[in-house]
């Protein structure tokens, strides 16, 4: 019987505003591949932010009353961007990208193709791509959702026992469930399902399945090798 995650697993769906995102999924990164159409479809580009100095905002591009843009910031869209949300100094902002309301987005982090539910913060010098984070997600400083096999195959989803399910995408970093935990310096590699209230200790390189309310560690002391040197 092949594996099946649900969205109602990883996520509240009450905490976005862009549940209809997910009507028909059978597994939750099936919305990552979704977010071009539906903004095509559903954006319709206003600021009823605040913006501070002089952010760069493309023309298409959604920002909710009381979000607050920040000088440096650059959102190229397509965006869509809810209330009371702090975008601060070196954010970037690339395509398809969907953010509920009170997410803080901050410096020198990257966001492309992907959906934050309400309430994520991604605050300092971190990398989302082809993702989808959910309600109170929080990643520490410099962690990464890699979203890309070095092979460039069909990303596959690692189960507990060992069995690969085809994602049908070629990018897909992460699902990030909600109030999960993502430590300093760690990197989710491609395919990665973390959940609900989930903790990935910092430094660790962690990818498959994490259950919900379970802490993945690092891998331990790594292994130390002479250099060879090159001649001449």
Same mark, same amino acid.
């Given at each position: 019987m ?11 769906l009450a905490h976005?505003a862009h ?8 597994q ?10 539906y903004?095509?479809a559903?954006l319709?580009p206003?600021?009823h932010g605040?913006?501070?100095g002089?952010?760069w905002i493309?023309p298409?591009?959604?920002i909710g009353?009381g979000?607050?843009i920040?000088p ?6 397509p965006a869509w $961007? #809810?209330? @009371?949300c702090e ?5 970037? %902002?690339?395509e398809?990208?969907v /953010?509920?309301d009170g997410?803080?987005?901050?410096n020198?982090?990257e966001f ?5 539910f309400?309430g994520?913060?991604?605050?300092h010098f971190n ?7 959910g ?5 520490g400083a ?5 979203n890309?096999r070095l092979?460039?195959a069909?990303?596959e989803?690692?189960?507990a026992d ?8 070629r990018?897909?970093g992460a699902?990030?469930g909600?109030?999960a935990? $993502? #430590?300093? @310096? ?5 395919g990665?399902? %973390?959940?609900?209230h989930?903790m /990935?200790?910092?430094t660790?390189?962690w990818h498959?399945v ?6 993945a560690r690092?891998s331990?002391?790594p292994?130390v090798?002479?250099?060879k040197?090159?001649?001449?």
């Amino acid at each position: 019987m092949p594996h099946v995650f649900p969205a109602a697993d990883y996520l509240d769906l009450a905490h976005t505003a862009h549940a209809r995102l997910f009507a028909g999924t059978a597994q939750v990164w099936e919305p990552i591949g979704r977010l071009a159409a539906y903004l095509r479809a559903e954006l319709r580009p206003a600021n009823h932010g605040r913006v501070l100095g002089q952010p760069w905002i493309g023309p298409d591009v959604y920002i909710g009353e009381g979000t607050v843009i920040e000088p440096g910031a650059m959102i190229k869209g397509p965006a869509w $961007i #809810g209330r @009371n949300c702090e975008i601060r100094h070196g954010a970037y %902002i690339r395509e398809n990208v969907v /953010v509920g309301d009170g997410a803080v987005l901050g410096n020198s982090c990257e966001f492309k193709n992907c959906l934050l539910f309400d309430g994520v913060q991604v605050p300092h010098f971190n990398y989302v791509g082809d993702s989808i984070l959910g309600h109170k997600a929080h990643l520490g400083a410099g962690v990464i959702l890699s979203n890309v096999r070095l092979d460039h195959a069909e990303v596959e989803v690692t189960c507990a026992d060992g069995t690969r399910v085809g994602s049908g995408l070629r990018k897909f970093g992460a699902i990030v469930g909600d109030f999960a935990e $993502i #430590g300093c @310096n760690s990197v989710l590699n491609p395919g990665s399902l %973390i959940g609900r209230h989930g903790m /990935v200790y910092p430094t660790t390189a962690w990818h498959g399945v994490l259950p919900a309310n379970a802490v993945a560690r690092g891998s331990g002391r790594p292994s130390v090798l002479e250099r060879k040197r090159r001649a001449g």
